[in-house]
Each structure stands twice: as C-alpha cells, then as structure tokens.
C-alpha cells in the first residue's frame, strides 16, 4: 500500500495568516491527490482533487500543487471557519489511502 | 442538490452482521462509482471499498481489512448502495461514511459526501 504521510500533524495559527501543509507518498501517485477538510463531529468535504483542482463551491484562498511524491496544501488567509482537520489521500493506487491528517488550530 | 443520506449504524455484539445503506438523491446514480469509507472515534480515515458503476461492469474493490467479511451492492432502481456487514468485530467501532466517486470507473477522486452511521461492536 501507498504511505501518506503529512506535516505537520497539528499547528496553530492566527485568522489571517497564511497556512502550508504538505503531503508526501511513498511512490509516485502522478496528479491522483484530493484533500478533505473535516470539522469536529462532521462529515469530510472534499477541497481539492488531481492535487490543484478545487471542488465546486471551495473558497479561492484553498490551493494545492504538486506532483509525483510531494504535495502542497495552501490557505490564503485563515479564516476563522478554516479551523479543522484536514486530510490528503491517494487515489492512482488501490486501497486508495489517506494521511494522518493535520489539525489546524486557532492560536 | 446532491445528497447522500446513510442509515442502519447500531449497537452490535461480535460476530453478529450488519446492513448499511446509502440513499442518495439529486443526480443519475448509475452514471457514478461509489466508495463506502469509515473512521473510528479519534482516528483518521480509512476507505473500506469501492463499486463500480455498471457502465464499468459493476465491480468492487475491498480494503484487505474487511475483505471476505464485508460486502458492497448498488441498486440502481432504489438510487441505493448497500455495505452488508459479517462477523463484526469490536475493531470495525467506526462511523461509517459513504462517498460519490466524480466518475463510474475506478481511480477517481471522491466528490460528496454522506453525514455517516455510526456502528459500534460491543459485547
């Protein structure tokens, strides 16, 4: 199976600020990456798919990139409903699998 | 408007089985793939299986934890998939989400999401 592992597993930030999380597999998935947001208690949302592509309705200050092993999750400009869990997961590769997640808290 | 609606979580020994369905509504079910996806309390999550749509033939893919125990179907007329669970083990504790896949093949992104059922296995 394909490892996801991302980075950091948690942070804190402050609303405004401009947050990075990363993503690395442990063999080439191509583009085939989505990222999830997930809140306390709620059901995933999908942000992002083949790694830049943002789902209908995702605000413009979510970003991804990447390619190949390494991929990159951006918030422009934290807001405060951005405070949640988020997860990459590979899908170039069955079981598709998913990272550990990252908790983004507020400072 | 898409929706995907799962029932059937309960309390239930070991060993006993379990129905899960996914109603969805607000768009042409049989033109997509649907995935069947679970998360134990304070964990992350972890995807259990897979249906193709039958312009793909139909056909499923398992994580290897619940190969041979868990079984997914799709009614196409009822807009339904099903997740048929087996000898239920207290490690299968999970709220259990189903998830639309953008396309009816495989090695497709997930798009929308259910609010999920949770199933907990306790003697």
Known sequence: DIQMTQSPSSLSASVGDRVTITCRASQDIRNSLSWFQQKPGKAPKSLIYAASIMHSGVPSRFSGSGSGTDFTLTIFSLQPEDFATYYCQQYNNYPPTFGQGTKVEIK | ?123
């Open chain 2, 1 to 123: 408007e898409v929706q995907l609606v799962e029932s059937g979580g309960d309390l239930i020994k070991p060993g006993r089985s379990l129905r899960l369905s996914c109603s969805t509504y607000g768009f042409t079910f049989g033109d997509y793939g649907m995935n069947w996806l679970r998360q134990a309390p304070g964990k992350g999550l972890e995807w259990v299986g897979f249906i193709r749509s039958q312009e793909y033939g139909g056909t499923i893919e398992y994580a290897a934890s619940v190969k041979g125990r868990f079984t997914i179907s799709r009614d196409d007329s009822e807009n339904t998939a099903y997740l048929q669970m087996n000898s239920l083990k207290t490690e299968d504790t999970a709220t259990y989400y189903c998830a639309r896949s953008k396309s009816g093949g495989g090695f497709s992104p997930l798009d929308n999401w259910g609010q999920g059922t949770l199933v907990t296995v306790s003697s």
